[in-house]
């Protein structure tokens, strides 16, 4: 009798987590607001981040080593970076949450 067996190979990225997206750097000034971050682990492919700030989102992607920034509108001091999968968008990881620093400063 012959028998027959199925090798199922799955890749290791099926299960992978993405990486959570960690605040860095944050600073405001003008109405403006310059949000940076890493992921805590590099990530095999570049990955979305999400920020959100005073009910607006705003997304960018990550470089090869998972480093990120952007500047956005300045609505709230709280600001909230979520990762997710770029091929996807379902894969996402938790919420992390910062206050931004406000420049005091002005520049006359």
């Not at 028998?3 to 992978?16: N, Y």
């Not at 860095?24 to 959100?52: D, M, W």
């Amino acid at each position: 009798m012959n028998r027959i067996f199925l090798v199922l190979l799955i890749g290791s990225s099926v299960f992978a987590t993405i990486p959570e997206a960690v605040i860095t750097h944050t600073n405001a000034y003008n109405g403006y607001a310059t949000i940076a971050g890493r992921l805590t682990s590099k990530p095999e492919a570049p990955v979305g981040v999400t920020i959100q700030n005073g009910g607006i989102a705003y997304s960018t992607v990550t470089d090869n080593e998972g480093r990120w920034a952007i500047v956005i509108g300045h609505r709230s001091v709280t600001v909230d970076a979520q990762s997710y999968n770029l091929s996807n968008g379902k894969e996402v990881s938790k919420t992390t949450k910062s206050k931004i620093h406000e420049d005091r400063f002005s520049q006359h």
